[in-house]
């Protein structure tokens, strides 16, 4: 079965960055690519940004351009997200999802990142 | 952008009732490009409709989709206990994808 298992939680001081793995298995990983979406405590869903696990091309939401790095490693099937400069309103459940033609059937079960000083 | 903007924020229904969710969208949604999810708290959001109409696999028949262009909406048609949570609507026509702020669904 499809599984995307995401790494841990997370506790950063503002100004640090993070680096958030996902872990596919259960189907060909270079088949779909991989979207991150975030989401603050009580807010709604924001989509991130897209990665190609097939070539590595990327597409970044502008709010995050600069401070956000996608990428993949297809020998272990692990697609990374890093987040740069981080600041108290990157506070948020972090997930990775399977982009089927955009739609997100597949999802990982979340990375909680907490910035705070 | 592409903004979503869901109605009502809250809606107050008992179960066995019809819930009727709507997502109105700021340009064109692309080929029937929108999908609708459903959100439990401490849960990852669970897709439910894509393709504005088609149910995602597993979905039970009472959820249903419909709409194109600008208006799109997701009817419930019996409420289960089961189906009181959040629903987001997204849409994936055009880059960057967008979400709609949520409707949450509850027990009244």
């Known amino acids: 079965q499809v599984q995307l298992v995401q790494s841990g939680a997370e506790v950063k001081k503002p100004g640090a960055s993070v680096k958030v793995s996902c872990k596919a298995s259960?189907?060909?990983?270079?088949?779909?690519?991989i979207s991150w979406v975030r989401q603050a405590p009580g807010q709604g869903l924001e989509w991130m940004g897209w990665l190609s696990t097939n070539n590595g091309n990327t597409n970044y939401a502008q709010k995050l351009q600069g401070r956000v790095t996608m990428t993949t490693d297809t020998s272990t099937s692990t697609a990374y997200m890093e987040l740069r400069s981080l600041r108290s309103d990157d506070t948020a459940v972090y997930y990775c999802v399977r982009s089927d033609s955009g739609t997100y059937f597949y999802w990982g079960q979340g990375t909680l990142l907490t910035v705070s000083s | 952008e592409n903004v979503l903007t869901q109605s009502p924020g809250t809606l107050s229904l008992s179960p066995g009732e019809r819930a009727t969710l709507s997502c109105r969208a700021s340009?064109?949604?692309?080929?029937?490009?929108l999908a609708w999810y459903q959100q439990k708290p401490g849960q990852a959001p669970r897709l439910l409709i894509y393709g504005a109409s088609s149910r995602a696999t597993g979905i039970p028949d009472r959820f249903s989709g419909s709409g194109s262009g600008t208006d799109f909406t997701l009817t419930i048609s019996r409420l289960e206990p089961e189906d009181f949570a959040v629903y987001y609507c997204?849409?994936?026509?055009?880059?960057?994808?967008?979400f709609g702020q949520g409707t949450k669904l509850e027990i009244k």
């Open positions: 340009q064109s949604v692309s080929s029937s490009s």
């Open positions: 259960g189907y060909t990983f270079t088949s779909y690519g």
């Open positions: 997204q849409q994936y026509g055009s880059s960057p994808g967008t």
